[in-house]
């Protein structure tokens, strides 16, 4: 704790003064506004304080004693926090946090870890944005943000705006209904690695991608060093090698387990990806924070495991909504599928592993294909099992 925060003053309600404008403008930055900067410790400002609190894991009490002043003035980027690391950049038009990082070689994840208040895909011409020290650490920095509910979000549509998935933010929100959002109401947004994370596998990993529109741009060798890491980090999230199988037969089918792999050469509004998510530019990409096709080509060539590890995520994500207008997977027995199975029961099944390449093909892909490559999507789950085993 600086020495500045160690002697600021106890500030609670019925305060008056610079340091309740100063308390007021730096929760307005860390996302907890307060109202009105006015200088006087109202119920507005008291309510504010008390949401920051409980985000934080501070006491609750409405007062701004050393610890709600060390934390808020760190969590802002205030004065007081550790400037000599940070710069501040104004945004351009079409900025995004990857695009800034770029110019900084900072990651995105570290620049949203610095800016909580802010939207990553909602970035206004003009806003400042704290870059931090590319050397330093970027776990001491809080994760939790707030969002303002606005005309026609859900919980869905919130998680797509912050990588995060809707049964973390309810987690996060048990007062609130799901299904009667309030214009206005203030929605915490959990840290990324609370909760509902998903595992990847430990230790190193060389995952491979390259940016293609074609199929089968990996070497045999670079295919297997894939498979063997979707099926690690498919196992650690509770995969049976069955299920697991399933799913590679249709990834081979679709994607060759390149992550890079468009369906048309860099064209947003086609597929791409392990599973070909289409239209790439509202499903994966979007998740992943808005990306262009060039942002996605440069993740694959630079960043191949962090590509790999942002689909396998997407996809575990995409399995667990069950609201009918949002899923992705729709238990069924058209496409050839020999069973009606929910995602809990696929990823938990033993059964055949050709017949799990089939219900995954119909629930989740639901592509045109004819038998005979739906043959094919089975043939690729045989070899993959037996290899894995």
Not at 6 to 13: C, H, L, M, S
Not at 124 to 142: E, H, K, L, R
Not at 281 to 297: F, Y
Not at 350 to 356: F, I, P, T
């Given at each position: 704790?600086?020495?500045?925060v160690?002697?600021?003053?106890?500030?609670?309600?019925g305060?008056?003064?610079?340091?309740?404008?100063?308390?007021?403008?730096?929760?307005?930055?860390?996302?907890?506004?307060?109202?009105?900067v006015?200088?006087?410790?109202?119920?507005?400002?008291?309510?504010?304080?008390?949401?920051?609190?409980?985000?934080n894991?501070?006491?609750?009490?409405?007062?701004?004693?050393?610890?709600?002043?060390?934390?808020?003035l760190?969590?802002?980027?205030?004065?007081?926090?550790?400037?000599?690391?940070?710069r501040?950049?104004?945004?351009?038009?079409?900025?995004?946090?990857?695009?800034?990082?770029?110019?900084?070689?900072?990651?995105?994840?570290?620049?949203?870890?610095?800016?909580?208040?802010?939207?990553?895909?909602?970035l206004?011409?003009?806003?400042?944005?704290?870059?931090?020290?590319?050397?330093?650490?970027?776990?001491?920095?809080?994760t939790?943000?707030v969002?303002?509910?606005q005309?026609?979000?859900?919980?869905?549509?919130?998680?797509?705006?912050?990588?995060?998935?809707?049964?973390?933010?309810?987690?996060?929100?048990?007062?609130?209904?799901?299904?009667?959002?309030?214009?206005?109401?203030?929605?915490?947004?959990?840290?990324?690695?609370?909760?509902?994370?998903?595992?990847?596998?430990?230790?190193?990993?060389?995952?491979?991608?390259?940016?293609?529109?074609?199929?089968?741009?990996?070497?045999?060798?670079?295919?297997?060093?894939?498979?063997?890491?979707?099926n690690?980090?498919?196992?650690?999230?509770?995969?049976?090698?069955?299920?697991?199988?399933?799913?590679?037969?249709?990834?081979?089918?679709?994607?060759?387990?390149?992550?890079?792999?468009?369906?048309?050469?860099?064209?947003?509004?086609?597929?791409?990806?392990?599973?070909q998510w289409?239209?790439?530019?509202?499903?994966?990409?979007?998740?992943?924070?808005?990306?262009?096709?060039?942002?996605?080509?440069?993740?694959a060539?630079?960043?191949?495991?962090?590509?790999?590890?942002k689909?396998?995520?997407y996809?575990?994500?995409?399995?667990?909504?069950?609201?009918?207008?949002?899923?992705?997977?729709?238990?069924?027995?058209n496409?050839?599928?020999?069973?009606?199975?929910?995602?809990?029961?696929y990823?938990?099944s033993?059964?055949?592993?050709?017949?799990?390449a089939?219900?995954?093909?119909?629930s989740?892909?639901?592509?045109?294909?004819?038998?005979?490559?739906?043959?094919?999507?089975?043939?690729?789950?045989?070899?993959?099992?037996?290899?894995?085993?």
């Open positions: 704790m600086t020495t500045a160690a002697t600021r003053p106890i500030i609670k309600r305060s008056k003064g610079e340091e309740v404008t100063r308390i007021q403008t730096l929760l307005n930055k860390a996302g907890f506004p307060p109202g009105t006015d200088s006087d410790f109202g119920s507005n400002t008291e309510e504010a304080v008390r949401n920051f609190q409980k985000a894991h501070l006491e609750v009490d409405g007062v701004v004693g050393k610890d709600t002043w060390a934390l808020l760190k969590y802002a980027g205030g004065p007081d926090s550790d400037a000599s690391t940070r501040v950049y104004t945004v351009q038009k079409g900025d995004t946090f990857w695009s800034i990082g770029l110019k900084f070689d900072v990651s995105d994840v570290a620049i949203q870890k610095a800016n909580p208040h802010l939207i990553p895909t909602n206004q011409v003009g806003t400042q944005v704290v870059i931090p020290n590319a050397g330093g650490s970027d776990n001491d920095t809080p939790r943000r969002y303002t509910v005309k026609g979000d859900t919980f869905w549509s919130i998680g797509l705006k912050f990588g995060v998935s809707d049964v973390a933010i309810q987690e996060a929100n048990p007062h609130l209904i799901p299904t009667n959002l309030q214009v206005g109401t203030q929605v915490m947004i959990p840290d990324v690695g609370g909760s509902d994370h998903h595992t990847p596998p430990s230790g190193d990993h060389t995952v491979y991608a390259k940016p293609c529109s074609r199929h089968g741009d990996l070497t045999d060798a670079q295919m297997k060093a894939n498979v063997l890491y979707i690690q980090y498919m196992t650690a999230n509770g995969w049976t090698k069955h299920a697991i199988a399933g799913l590679l037969g249709n990834m081979e089918q679709e994607s060759g387990f390149n992550p890079g792999v468009w369906q048309f050469n860099q064209k947003t509004s086609g597929g791409y990806g392990l599973v289409t239209p790439a530019r509202d499903k994966i990409l979007r998740w992943m924070g808005n990306l262009s096709a060039e942002q996605a080509d440069h993740m060539r630079n960043d191949p495991k962090k590509l790999m590890d689909q396998l995520e996809l575990l994500i995409e399995l667990k909504e069950t609201r009918l207008d949002k899923r992705e997977w729709i238990p069924t027995t496409y050839n599928s020999p069973y009606v199975m929910t995602p809990e029961e990823i938990h033993d059964k055949n592993v050709g017949d799990l089939l219900v995954f093909h119909g989740f892909e639901r592509s045109r294909d004819s038998w005979t490559f739906k043959q094919a999507r089975i043939n690729n789950a045989k070899k993959w099992y037996n290899f894995l085993v």
